[in-house]
């Protein structure tokens, strides 16, 4: 039985390689339990390889993911279950409809049938997806699939929630909407990693952050601490951008 003290989520010396390119370079990362986590970084500064290394979908060429004690490529049968996953890019069933989509993983993950009924009823509700229930998942906009993802990933009730830009083409009104659900999750004791690049919704949002750059950690720990002071935006250019870097105009575009 883990202890009360086991973070949600350790990350040590997580290592991804693609070639000649070391896409992660040993990450080593501690979420606390109850945490609202942003995960910040430049496209192509390993964040989603990270996640989907930490989640069990990408193995990584070295280094350990553990959840709430739990190795996730030692004993994945005991760590999935802790875990729902929102990945970026993330590919559904065409053809089934949206009330399909969840009766069907709702059923694999061994939930008992009105349970899976109920839950289904009420995530469809709540992201104002009622009325495209019956809707073929292909006929999906871009955030109503995001919305869906995220109802497979709250179905079984996990402990961690592992979210890779989850507001991405989403509308004001469902951001808002699901920015209740996540914060709901967190005060009931859920953990949310989430990761975004806007800096802004990290600060709204998250009470702990870490910049990834290169593959690696720039930084992490609270917000606060992270911040030193200053606007994250400001912050996260200060610890990425690269020495020597000055911003151009265009000047053939003035009239």
């Not at 009730?157 to 808002?176: G, H, M, Q």
Request: net charge negative.
């Amino acid at each position: 039985m883990p202890s009360v003290d086991e973070p949600a989520l350790r990350l040590v010396g997580l290592t991804k390689v693609f070639g000649s390119t070391r896409a992660v370079d040993g990450v080593d990362l501690r979420v606390p339990r109850g945490a609202f986590f942003g995960l910040v970084g430049q496209n192509g500064a390993g964040k989603t390889t990270t996640l989907s290394m930490a989640v069990g979908l990408l193995r990584p060429d070295a280094g350990t993911a553990e959840m709430f004690g739990v190795d996730v490529w030692a004993a994945p049968e005991r760590a999935k279950p802790l875990v729902g996953v929102l990945p970026d890019g993330l590919a559904l069933p065409e053809r089934l409809t949206g009330r399909e989509l969840l009766t069907y993983l709702g059923l694999l993950r061994r939930l008992p049938r009105d349970t899976v009924d109920a839950r289904a009823s009420d995530l469809l509700a709540v992201l104002d997806l009622d009325k495209a229930e019956r809707t073929l998942v292909a006929e999906y906009s871009t955030g109503m699939r995001k919305k869906i993802g995220l109802a497979v990933a709250l179905l079984h009730a996990p402990r961690l929630l592992v979210l890779d830009e989850p507001f991405e083409a989403v509308d004001p009104v469902s951001a808002a909407t699901i920015k209740t659900i996540l914060r709901g999750f967190v005060a009931g004791g859920g953990t949310i990693v989430l990761s975004s690049h806007v800096m802004a919704l990290v600060e709204q949002l998250c009470d702990h952050v870490a910049v990834i750059d290169g593959g690696r950690v720039a930084v992490a720990g609270t917000l606060d601490a992270v911040r030193d002071g200053r606007g994250l935006e400001d912050r996260f250019v200060e610890l990425v951008a690269a020495e020597g870097t000055v911003a151009r105009e265009l000047t053939w575009l003035s009239s």
